[in-house]
């Protein structure tokens, strides 16, 4: 499908699940607000602390189908350090698309083995290997609900160029000192 941003495709879910809940009380700002709730997201709890550090060394942005505008929402309210947002929306290709990786590379001026794609992800880290770029995996169990977290399992190290439990411990074991 021709890229379009998240709220668009989330707001028609969004319509799909009332109408199939048959819920017709909310007003369109209720649902408005509702509909942009990933603009709230909390950060995992390791993620501002492991970015930190990642920063100190590298240059940190993500690389999300999420567009610009709820991507910038997203680091202000929870006070996430990326140092820019490369959102899949500036090559108009959602991941997995090589597309939107490469754009994201070419904006960086970089070359794909000079950028690592950190994911909770497997398709993701393996469609941007694909691209040419490294890998590091972060291990999140409860990513898909907490009562799927016992059906995440850890991959073998040697899937990934780095597989860590958390953004804190990828930083560790990419050198990336404590934040002074």
Do not use: Q
Not at 135 to 162: I, L, Q
């Amino acid at each position: 499908m021709p890229w379009r941003n998240l709220d668009a495709l989330h707001r028609e879910s969004l319509e799909r699940l009332l109408d199939r809940f048959d819920v017709d009380e909310l007003t369109d700002g209720e649902t408005e607000h509702l509909n942009r709730v990933w603009h709230r997201l909390d950060p995992w709890p390791d993620a501002v602390p492991g970015l930190n550090r990642l920063r100190s060394d590298f240059l940190v942005a993500p690389l999300s189908n999420g567009h610009v505008r709820l991507l910038t929402n997203m680091a202000k309210r929870a006070g996430i350090p990326w140092d820019l947002i490369l959102s899949a929306e500036l090559s108009g290709h959602y991941k997995p698309d090589e597309e939107a990786y490469l754009t994201a590379v070419d904006l960086l001026d970089l070359r794909p083995e000079e950028v690592v794609m950190v994911a909770a992800h497997e398709r993701d880290l393996e469609a941007s290997r694909e691209a040419g770029l490294r890998t590091a995996y972060v291990h999140r169990p409860s990513e898909w609900g907490p009562e799927r977290a016992d059906e995440v399992e850890r991959p073998d190290e040697s899937a990934y160029d780095v597989v860590a439990e958390d953004v804190v411990d990828l930083a560790e074991r990419l050198g990336s000192g404590p934040v002074a």
